[in-house]
């Protein structure tokens, strides 16, 4: 960690906000900022409630505050550590492969299909999406919720063309990473990203998928994914309140080259 750490987390004992709140709040800033970043080991309870000259008990209700808000965890070794992870516009410029970014993270990934049909889009609908309107109406939608460690980290939704993915219907199961059997069974990749993102909240249906309270805030990043012949082939809409948040394919050397300091962490 840090060798400053120490000095960093401080509180202020004029104020009338409780010690415990102080700490996270201190924590949660420096995490925010990256000064503290992932997998960074904090103080141990004992350690920080010495260095404050608090009682050990205010550091510990701080710390696992931050680990129900998901910005730290504790390891089994019982050291704690920075859990949040900020991805920046370096991954956002990249493709879409969810599935890979979570392993990259060093979490074990899984996917659950919450729901997969074949629906008809209205022409207003494919024009506003991007798709070729002179084609077939019929799509493929697959809703599914994509897991860390068997912790929800997004809901993913897909617009699939069945005038490009012809029987897709048929044989995608669904908990397999979409990008990988594009490739496979379609001899498609993509080759363009393009993302807008905004904040809002989740409804009812979404915040119980992503263990949230209704109306929590959230990430919506809507993406369109071309092909080498410049054709629309995916229309993805992701929610997320984690901050493991990004859709990108990101190969491990480039994240190594981009962030050492994420790596040179012990697991």
């Not at 750490?5 to 004992?13: F, G, N, P, Q, S």
């Not at 730290?72 to 991805?87: A, D, N, P, T």
């Not at 109406?137 to 809703?143: A, T, V």
């Not at 190969?251 to 790596?263: E, R, W």
């Given at each position: 960690?840090?060798?400053?750490?120490?000095?960093?987390?401080?509180?202020?004992?004029?104020?009338?906000?409780?010690?415990?709140?102080?700490?996270?709040?201190?924590?949660?800033?420096?995490?925010?900022?990256?000064?503290?970043?992932?997998?960074?080991?904090?103080?141990?309870?004992?350690?920080?409630?010495?260095?404050?000259?608090?009682?050990?008990?205010?550091?510990?209700?701080?710390?696992?505050?931050?680990?129900?808000?998901?910005?730290?965890?504790?390891?089994?070794?019982?050291?704690?550590?920075?859990?949040?992870?900020?991805?920046?516009?370096?991954?956002?410029?990249?493709?879409?492969?969810?599935?890979?970014?979570?392993?990259?993270?060093?979490?074990?990934?899984s996917i659950r299909c919450v729901?997969?049909?074949?629906?008809?889009?209205?022409?207003?609908?494919?024009?506003?999406?991007?798709?070729?309107?002179?084609?077939?109406?019929?799509?493929?939608?697959?809703?599914?919720?994509?897991?860390?460690?068997?912790?929800?980290?997004?809901?993913?939704?897909?617009?699939?063309?069945?005038?490009?993915?012809?029987?897709?219907?048929?044989?995608?199961?669904?908990?397999?990473?979409?990008?990988?059997?594009?490739?496979?069974?379609?001899?498609?990749?993509?080759?363009?990203?393009?993302?807008?993102?905004?904040?809002?909240?989740?409804?009812?249906?979404?915040?119980?998928?992503?263990?949230?309270?209704?109306?929590?805030?959230?990430?919506?990043?809507?993406?369109?994914?071309?092909?080498?012949?410049?054709?629309l082939i995916d229309y993805g809409?992701?929610?997320?309140?984690?901050?493991?948040?990004?859709?990108?394919?990101?190969?491990?050397?480039?994240?190594?080259?981009?962030?050492?300091?994420?790596?040179?962490?012990?697991?």
């Open positions: 960690m840090p060798s400053n750490c120490l000095e960093l987390i401080t509180i202020d004992r004029r104020s009338r906000v409780p010690f415990d709140s102080q700490i996270k709040e201190r924590i949660k800033g420096f995490i925010l900022d990256q000064t503290l970043y992932y997998k960074t080991a904090l103080p141990m309870p004992n350690e920080l409630a010495k260095a404050l000259n608090i009682t050990e008990k205010k550091v510990v209700k701080a710390y696992q505050q931050l680990i129900e808000e998901r910005f730290i965890k504790q390891e089994l070794s019982g050291i704690y550590k920075v859990s949040y992870f900020e991805l920046t516009n370096y991954f956002f410029d990249r493709n879409t492969a969810v599935y890979d970014a979570i392993s990259t993270l060093g979490l074990t990934p729901e997969k049909k074949v629906i008809t889009l209205t022409k207003q609908e494919i024009e506003a999406i991007g798709f070729d309107a002179s084609q077939s109406n019929k799509y493929f939608y697959i809703n599914r919720l994509y897991l860390g460690d068997k912790q929800p980290i997004m809901l993913l939704e897909n617009y699939l063309p069945l005038y490009i993915f012809k029987n897709i219907d048929q044989s995608f199961v669904g908990d397999e990473p979409l990008d990988a059997y594009i490739k496979a069974h379609y001899n498609l990749k993509a080759q363009i990203s393009k993302r807008q993102i905004k904040a809002v909240n989740l409804d009812r249906t979404m915040a119980k998928l992503l263990n949230e309270r209704p109306n929590a805030a959230s990430i919506q990043s809507t993406n369109k994914v071309y092909d080498h012949l410049s054709r809409r992701s929610h997320t309140i984690s901050s493991y948040y990004f859709q990108t394919l990101v190969k491990k050397d480039d994240m190594v080259n981009a962030y050492p300091q994420f790596f040179n962490q012990s697991n």
